[in-house]
């Protein structure tokens, strides 16, 4: 996901991506040492998502301040 497309979206839709993200991440990690996983890159894109919405959560809140 890029952040142009984060951006786009509604503040309240950032919440529910985030906790839909964050439930993945963990489903891929269970998975991950229970059983061997296929693609392995997709842990680190899911994270790097996490982090992309949190920066643009984070940078509307400081905009928000000033």
């Known amino acids: 996901m890029k952040a142009s497309k984060i951006r786009e979206m509604r ?3 950032w919440a529910s991506e985030l906790a839909s993200l964050e439930k993945q991440l963990f489903d891929m990690r269970t998975r991950a040492v229970t059983e061997k996983l296929e693609n ?3 842990l680190r894109n899911i994270k790097r998502d996490i982090a992309r919405l949190k920066t643009v959560i984070r940078e509307s809140q400081l905009k928000g301040e000033k």
Do not use: A, G, Q, S
Request: glycine share 0%; aromatic share 0%; hydrophobic share 15%.
């Open 11 to 13: 503040p309240d839709e």
């Open 40 to 42: 392995t890159h997709l």
